[in-house]
């Protein structure tokens, strides 16, 4: 069965650093989308990717995020500067995109810690 | 802004137990996913629900989606051990594409 793919699925770091996830989506898949989690607390929306730019993003996802489809297969998210705040889990998503039925499969997710 | 409330945030019950987990939201979706959540582990889909009154079942789970498509019910029928996890709702708007999630509510089966 067809899965999203998340790499690495630690990463240490040190504040002020820049970090790059990896995220692999379903091959068929048309959207994108990245999530956070903060240990304890809600899944949150950062940002969806479709056609090859930003279609929509959270107030979390300002200047210091950013995200690019460098090939046919990969998906990123970058975060320059990292700050101790950035610690969460981060999962990436996929989905065809097929209204109404708005169904995105997760990865495993990335657990960023940010000394 | 769009709200999904979760309840109960936190069960406890014995094995053979019936339960049901509630999702409510005074806002409309175009459709209702409910994910299970192990610790440290991305979110598993379940089940999508899209239709107002939908009712769909999953071995001894069954989701129903409200009428008015602003809540959602998962029940689950004779509980077992293997059933423990953390159970997220999470709804998707007719304006977008990011979901809304709940809390989760953190169940747990005890032998």
């Known amino acids: 069965e067809p899965e999203v793919t998340q790499t690495p699925s630690h990463q240490v770091t040190q504040m002020g650093q820049e970090v790059i996830l990896r995220c692999v989506p379903i091959?068929?898949?048309?959207?994108f989308y990245w999530y956070r989690q903060i240990l304890g607390q809600k899944v949150e929306f950062l940002v969806s990717?479709?056609?090859?730019?930003?279609?929509?993003k959270s107030e979390i996802f300002d200047d210091q995020f950013s995200v690019e489809r460098p090939d046919g297969s990969n998906f990123t998210l970058k975060i320059r500067s990292t700050k101790l705040e950035d610690s969460a889990m981060y999962f990436c998503?996929?989905?065809?995109?097929?209204?109404?039925?708005?169904?995105?499969?997760f990865g495993p997710g990335t657990r960023l810690l940010v000394l | 802004t769009q709200l999904l409330e979760q309840s109960p945030q936190f069960l406890s019950i014995q094995e053979g137990e019936n339960l049901t987990v509630y999702c409510n939201s005074s806002s409309v979706f175009s459709s209702l996913q409910w994910y299970r959540q192990e610790p440290g582990e991305g979110p598993v889909l379940l089940v999508t629900v899209v239709t107002g009154g939908e009712v769909k079942k999953l071995k001894r789970l069954t989701f129903q989606f409200g009428d008015a498509r602003k809540d959602s019910s998962l029940h689950i029928t004779a509980a077992q051990p293997g059933d423990t996890g953390l159970y997220l709702c999470?709804?998707?708007?007719?304006?977008?594409?990011?979901?809304?999630w709940g809390a989760g509510t953190k169940l747990i089966i005890k032998p």
């Open positions: 990717f479709y056609n090859n730019e930003i279609s929509e």
């Open positions: 091959s068929n898949h048309l959207y």
């Open positions: 998503a996929s989905s065809d995109g097929q209204r109404p039925q708005e169904t995105q499969y």
């Open positions: 999470a709804g998707a708007s007719y304006s977008n594409y990011q979901l809304i």
